[in-house]
């Protein structure tokens, strides 16, 4: 009939509309813009004018079809909540007007359906304005009061395409709104409603049933109580069901189930939706009869999950889910709990299945959220029913490698409060699905805007929970799990976090440290999630020199303590297993005492002033090799000691690594660390970084060993040796991580040098110079620039 608006125009207002959450100056001039362009009164005599923004806002609507229609929802709360306490309200005026003329243009539409060449495009924009009416409805149902009987003749449309169904459910969904809220109205019209309702849920599938049942739930309890007439639908396919699970029992093998499975499918899902909107329980359905019908539905539904047939099971756990929604206790029945369990955290179990209990839970959740606000109650669902599927059942499903399923668990996470959700929300913010990321990100800032610093308190427990989904979704098991993403960005999987954290000096502090308190020792945490942190916080997103600062200041203490206390618990192993040994011969006594003696001089010597030790950077390789050889002879049969050495070594060996990497891309020298304190004012490290491009984080040897599996291989000569060279280079940088300040010149350069030698041979060769000149602001005194700890002896 109308030429419709230009498709760039339709563009454009989708695009402006989604906005229309984001932060408050463009939340503002989205409101301000569709104000103007759809909700300001259009004088009656211009009909071209109306009919413009009417096919506007139906393109509009009809474009974000799939995306949902959240952001109308909100624009029209905005707009009409603003103008609550004014005297003049335009917005109100101008919906009224709006919904008028969409209920005129869907007479004329109805009109035009008999043209064939326009039927399909007519047809679309039918569904387009009733479902702008549907959403005018959601949020002002008084205004459609009055077009209410105009509506109803439209739940007798013939169904042949999509679009007559979507016709079907709209007007169901709108009359169930505005039904109850009509005075007084007409008995036929009521008993119309009805009428073709119940033919609607016997005759169509499951969408048009559950949305006219629940229709039918509105018209029956809040205006006609017709009770009646609904008892007898429900007996009608609980009997079906019955008399179905009797056949079934009798004989399982038995072909009449398998003939009658439409009929099983259909009674299945209708029992359930009636439930859901209909408490049979009440005298007004089954008078003065004893028998308990939710307890009767419950042992019907349940038997129908064990089913053989899993359409056959789907239907019956959707019918559960109905029933709880009426009756939530049924929920705790042990039965119930134990089938919810074994589908979400079996691995094996049907990925439908999963998908379907999350579903029941999620509306559940919706359904409580919606009861407890319509009693002007604040919303903290802090109850059981939440926490015990969601830990940690709802966490495995989270984990599994499906997308269908994780992106099911977000929907029941935004139900959550916010205690339980974020961190779920954090990890939900590393998934490889942008869609999935977007919409928990976006979550993780609207909590923090409300609660400040509530995302702090949960941040590594996030972290940590993004490691196992991960873990969990990782299409390559031989490959270790990596913290950043594996495209041209690099960027941090929980970069988000860290932005949101980073404004904050005492929560960023708070949370690096707590990350690199896992790589000490004492916190035995395993090494592909010491390597996930590690890629996070060498690819964190940060801006001020003083961040990465802070990181390496900690990196020294760390390695200060845990060095020493590796080294220490190795040597105690290897002595306590050596006096288990058998007593040695006389020749072997004899080299024994020749390598205990080589042993004590170097202990003897490591204890010395570093002014009288040996020059450690002169050794030649020959020397090298004979301390190897001499330790060799040291290790105890049982591998175990190296094993665990060179396990715990990795999260040191990362640590080196991480600050090393830092160095490079931040171009900080040696004095620029060492002069570091976190006592200082942040005006004095508040400048920005100068990030060095080509820098990438690559720790070679936690790699290699995660990939050879070495903790759980045998371990030949080869990597013995391997191990002992490790521990050597540790004992070395060690000795050399404290220079001593009263060393000549040539001494100071020496130890610097040995510490040098330790690091690059600990970092898999890799050169740890920093080639990076010194930012304008740094003195140059001549202080070593090269890699390795500093600055731990001034702390």
Known sequence: ??????????????????RVNDEEGIKKLVNETFQKLWFTPTPHHDKEAMTRKILNITDVVAACRDTGYDWFEQLLQNLLKSEEDASYKPVKKACTQLVDNLVEHILKYEESLSDSDNKGVNSGRLVACITTLFLFSKIRPQLMVKHAMTMQPYLTTKCSTQNDFMVICNVAKILELVVPLMEHPSETFL????????????KYGMTVVQHCVSCLGAVVNKVTQNYKFVWACFNRYYGALSKLKSQHQEDPNSTILTANKPALLRSLFTVGALCRHFDFDQEDFKGNSKVNIKDKVLELLMYFTKHSDEEVQTKAIIGLGFAFIQHPSLMFEQ?????YNSILSDKNCSVNLKIQVLKN?????QEEDTRMQQADRDFILENVSACLYLNPCVLQTLRSSTVSVRTSVIFIILCLHNVFCVPYLIAMGTDPEPSMRNKADQQLVEIDKKYAGFIHMKAVAGMKMSYQVQQAINTCPKDPVRGFRHDESSNALCSHLYSMIRGNRQHRRAFLISLLNLFDDTAKTEVNMLLYIADNLACFPYQTQEEPLFIMHHIDITLSVSGSNLLQSFKESMVKDKKKERKPSSDEETESD???????????????????RKRVDSDSDSDEENYINAVMKCLPENSAPLI?????SQ????????????????GFSDSKIQKYSPSESAKVYDKAINRKTGVHFHPKQTLDFLRSDMANSKITEEVKRSIVKQYLDFKLLME??????????????????????????LLGGGSPKNNAAETEDEESDGEDRGGGTSGVRRR
Not at 5 to 17: A, D, G, L, R
Not at 361 to 365: I, S
Not at 594 to 610: H, L, T, V
């Open 191 to 202: 008993a119309t409603i009805e009428e073709d309702l119940m033919k609607l849920i016997i």
């Open 361 to 365: 839970l999620q509306t559940y959740l």
């Open 594 to 612: 020749s390598n205990s003696g080589s042993e004590s001089e170097s202990e003897e010597e490591a204890s010395k002033p570093r002014r009288l």
């Open 736 to 761: 050399h991580l404290d220079p001593d300040e009263e060393e000549e010149d040539g001494e100071v350069s020496a130890s610097t040098n040995a510490r040098n030698k330790a690091i690059t041979s």
């Open 644 to 648: 665990e050495f060179a396990s715990v």
């Open 335 to 339: 039965e119930v709990k134990t089938l």
């Open 651 to 666: 999260g040191i060996l990362l640590l080196l690594m991480l600050k090393q990497h830092l160095k490079n891309l931040c």
């Open 1 to 18: 009939i109308e030429q419709p608006t230009f498709p760039k125009i339709t563009e454009m207002c989708v695009k402006m509309i989604r």
